[in-house]
């Protein structure tokens, strides 16, 4: 029977999936078998895998570990639409929306079933399993209900290792609330505790890691400094709120006359916004999430992420007049997945994925493109042949990437193809079904290019690879940085 360590947190974001894609890849370099594992996530950047969709971390850990993603390393999937409602997706596959009460009430059952069974399969199949908690293990006010943290901890029977983050302060008493929280045959599982995003001299830490040990008989393992391996960005956390803006990819150095910037509208259901982060990491390239009311004299391209419901953040976009600046705008400008739908005409049959009633929605007119929509769900990886037309002019070659999404798109009038079957293009104006797009190199390099000529920049070297992989460096942060042998693992 395979051991399970459960990576659990005191909150969201302190990085419990960087520790949990390091400790799987660590593993898979000494020859373990090991699998990740998440009951239950709440995201709205997932991915594709032959069985349907799963959270992006546990993709992204499924990689590190070296074995092919698949629904059993996330069996329940929460994807939040907005008006305290989610898409429930078991075993990767949609079975409706639901409202937390009504999830709870009936079908958390289903879900924990779902999960249980998962987990049984990895353990048959492996030597270790990773599993990721949710957020804090210490929400009491769900403890008879915490699938990803307490219920897993009790199925898989796992040791669990306690992650708390530093730089947002109050780091020991985090903990030591957090295991005086936690129900006592919990509380006997935890093995050990890591301290992360730690800035500074390590060694003023020691007084309060040495009281914290005397106080609770924990161990803390290790202290990981303040960095980001690279590793795709999970939940809406590390994005602004909705009305504000911010900026990122902006400390390489290059002054702002030799750099062009990206406005993103910043959705308030925005998903697979993980689509912007390689644009992001490219020299003289800013990302800016907008909110949707902000002009864009600043910008020179805008791309349009994703969104979890369409038709909502289109008519966000509308009252705020974001279609009327589009529309005046003169630089390249993308639509991905939600973002192709809303540059079309129309959309109908909206009321099957938005929440009101109409049948036809308007849509932003940039590109000549129908949408209808329908209750069944595209979930599939793709390649497809890039024909380099509108902001992608000058590419070509093979680009892969996932595709996830309700509601089919047909041309209705005189536009380019720029994928077998798929978008629609003009000149300046390009829309995709094809998330992560902007992984492939072509693409990429293509669109950062087209954008600079746009916008009369020269546009600098191209940038040398680091040939370091995020998931050996996540590895080498939790190696070099924590005392793995106290875990008892292979």
Not at 83 to 106: C, I, K, N, P, T
Request: charged letters at 25%.
């Amino acid at each position: 029977m395979a051991e399970t360590l459960l990576v659990a947190g005191t909150a969201s974001h302190v990085g419990k999936s960087t520790v949990a894609a390091g400790l799987c890849r660590y593993l898979a370099d000494r020859g373990v078998s090991v699998a990740p594992f998440k009951a239950q996530n709440m995201s709205n950047n997932a991915r594709a895998t032959p069985g349907g969709e799963i959270g992006v971390s546990q993709y992204v850990q499924a990689r590190a570990a070296g074995v092919a993603p698949s629904t059993d390393h996330n069996p329940v999937l929460l994807k939040p639409r907005g008006d305290g409602e989610s898409q429930l997706v078991l075993d990767g596959e949609a079975v409706g929306h639901f409202e937390a009460r009504g999830y709870y009430d009936d079908h958390w059952t289903d879900a924990l079933e779902t999960a249980r069974a998962a987990h049984d399969r990895l353990v048959r199949d492996h030597d270790v399993v990773v599993a990721e908690g949710a957020g804090s293990i210490a929400e009491i006010n769900l403890h008879d209900r915490d699938l990803a943290n307490v219920e897993t901890a009790r199925f898989a029977d796992a040791d669990v290792l306690l992650v708390a983050d530093i730089e947002r302060g109050g780091v020991f008493a985090s903990l030591v609330g957090t295991l005086e929280l936690l129900p006592d045959d919990v509380r006997e599982r935890v093995v050990g505790a890591v301290v992360t995003k730690f800035r500074g001299d390590r060694s003023l830490l020691d007084p309060g890691i040495e009281e914290f040990e005397a106080r609770t008989g924990v161990p803390v393992l290790g202290v990981l400094p303040y960095d980001d391996p690279g590793l795709p960005e999970e939940d809406s956390v590390s994005l602004p709120a909705v009305g504000e803006r911010a900026v990122v990819g902006a400390d390489d150095g290059m002054p702002d006359s030799e750099s062009v910037t990206v406005a993103v509208p910043r959705l308030p259901r925005i998903s697979n916004f993980t689509d912007l982060e390689p644009l992001a990491r490219e020299p003289g390239v800013r990302v800016a999430y907008v909110p949707p009311e902000a002009t864009l004299d600043d910008a020179d391209a805008v791309v349009l992420p994703g969104s979890k419901n369409t038709v909502d953040d289109l008519l966000a976009l509308t009252d705020a007049g974001f279609g009327d600046r589009l529309r005046a705008f003169e630089g390249p400008v993308v639509g991905l997945c939600g973002g192709y739908q809303m540059l079309g005409e129309e959309i109908t049959n909206a009321a099957v994925e938005g929440t009101g009633d109409a049948d036809r929605v308007e849509g932003l007119g940039l590109l000549p493109v129908a949408t209808a929509f329908s209750a069944s769900k595209t979930v599939e990886h793709v390649e497809r042949d890039l024909r380099g037309v509108g902001p992608l002019a000058g590419a070509s070659g093979t680009v892969e990437g996932y595709e996830i999404h309700m509601g089919d798109s047909t041309l209705t009038g005189d536009a380019a193809r720029p994928f077998d079957g798929d978008g629609a293009a003009t000149d300046g104006v390009l829309g995709t079904y094809l998330h992560d797009l902007f992984v492939n190199d072509t693409a990429r390099v293509t669109f950062v290019r087209n954008t600079f000529d746009s916008a009369g920049i020269d546009p600098p070297p191209a940038a040398e690879r680091d040939e370091d992989d995020p998931y050996d460096r996540a590895a080498a942060l939790v190696a070099d940085h924590l005392d793995l042998d106290l875990l008892g693992l292979p």
